[in-house]
Nanobody
Framework: QVQLVESGGGLVQAGDSLRLSCAAS????????MGWFRQAPGKEREFVAA????????YYADSVKGRFTISRDNAENTVYLQMNSLKSEDTAVYYC????????????WGQGTQVTVSS
């Protein structure tokens, strides 16, 4: 497993942008697929975005397509989530996750960072 630490959350207004970062340490960062998930109050955790180790393929939830962009810098062992045109419904705790690419499930999780979007 890898250790993950998120940062960059905060309070913003609807329409604003925010960039989340996730720093990884421990086992090699390369060959790990990385993802972002979020959990709003009273709701289950949901998938937001994912990126394969090479960065060549990315995946998004329909609710964030066209607004959010996931990227990674393997030299810095960091993955990012650029969030534009934020909406109040994006308010949640955002979690970074990692998994070896041969596994189906994410098995390493960060502690989460709060994103609050006021309307």
């Amino acid at each position: 497993q890898v250790q993950l630490v998120e940062s960059g959350g905060g309070l913003v207004q609807a329409g604003d942008s925010l960039r989340l970062s996730c720093a990884a340490s421990g086992r090699t960062f390369v060959r790990y697929a990385m993802g972002w998930f979020r959990q709003a109050p009273g709701k289950e955790r949901e998938f937001v975005a994912a990126i394969i180790w090479s960065g060549g393929s990315t995946y998004y939830a329909d609710s964030v397509k066209g607004r959010f962009t996931i990227s990674r810098d393997n030299a810095e062992n960091t993955v990012y989530l650029q969030m534009n045109s934020l909406k109040s419904e994006d308010t949640a705790v955002y979690y970074c996750a990692a998994k070896p690419e041969y596994q189906d499930e994410f098995n390493s999780w960060g502690q989460g960072t709060q994103v609050t979007v006021s309307s």
